[in-house]
């Protein structure tokens, strides 16, 4: 049995779900306020990060350099990331998956979001994962969110 659904494995539809899917995740009333109020973010270079960073995890493209829990631990420090935000972007994020792209690589996506999500939330909800957070906005550590705003 085939499917009409292309799978993930080139850029160009790698890009296509990853616009799809953030167009979903900033119109959610949950989720948007995180990105566009509290990070602040600027919503290209976000698109642009995320995109590397799942080229690099499906395709082992060298392009991503970042630390993406240091950005997260920032962000838990700002507003605290409660299971609810963890299984809507997980939610959203397979729902549009599973709407658009089939095959191989999109079910590794779909195991990575999982594992990444679970590891992610369960990290930022231990007492080490809460107090580096807070460091981060205390500016004991190195804040991502800061750095980036600087430079917009």
Same mark, same amino acid.
């Given at each position: +049995?085939?499917?009409?659904k292309?799978?993930?494995?080139?850029?160009?539809?790698?890009?296509?779900?990853?616009? /799809?899917?953030?167009e979903?995740?900033?119109?959610?009333?949950?989720? /948007?306020?995180?990105?566009?109020?509290?990070? /602040?973010?600027?919503?290209?270079?976000?698109?642009?990060?995320?995109?590397?960073?799942? *080229?690099?995890?499906?395709?082992?493209?060298?392009?991503?350099? *970042?630390? +993406? +829990?240091?950005?997260?631990?920032?962000?838990?420090?700002?507003?605290?990331?409660?299971?609810?935000?963890? &299984?809507?972007?997980?939610?959203?994020?397979r729902?549009?998956?599973?709407?658009?792209w089939?095959?191989?690589?999109?079910?590794?996506?779909?195991?990575?979001?999982v594992?990444?999500?679970?590891? +992610?939330?369960?990290?930022?909800?231990?007492?080490?994962g809460?107090?580096?957070?807070?460091?981060?906005?205390?500016?004991?550590?190195?804040?991502?969110?800061? &750095? &980036?705003?600087?430079?917009?």
């Amino acid at each position: +049995m085939s499917s009409d659904k292309p799978d993930l494995d080139d850029e160009g539809q790698l890009d296509a779900f990853i616009d /799809a899917f953030y167009e979903r995740v900033f119109a959610d009333p949950l989720l /948007a306020p995180l990105f566009l109020e509290v990070a /602040a973010i600027d919503v290209e270079q976000h698109l642009g990060v995320i995109k590397s960073y799942w *080229r690099k995890m499906l395709f082992r493209e060298l392009g991503y350099r *970042r630390n +993406m +829990m240091a950005h997260h631990e920032a962000l838990h420090g700002l507003h605290y990331l409660g299971s609810a935000h963890f &299984e809507r972007w997980l939610h959203l994020y397979r729902t549009t998956l599973a709407a658009g792209w089939q095959g191989p690589v999109a079910e590794r996506a779909d195991y990575l979001a999982v594992k990444i999500a679970g590891y +992610m939330r369960e990290w930022l909800h231990t007492d080490d994962g809460l107090r580096r957070s807070r460091r981060r906005i205390a500016g004991d550590l190195p804040n991502p969110l800061d &750095e &980036e705003a600087a430079n917009h």
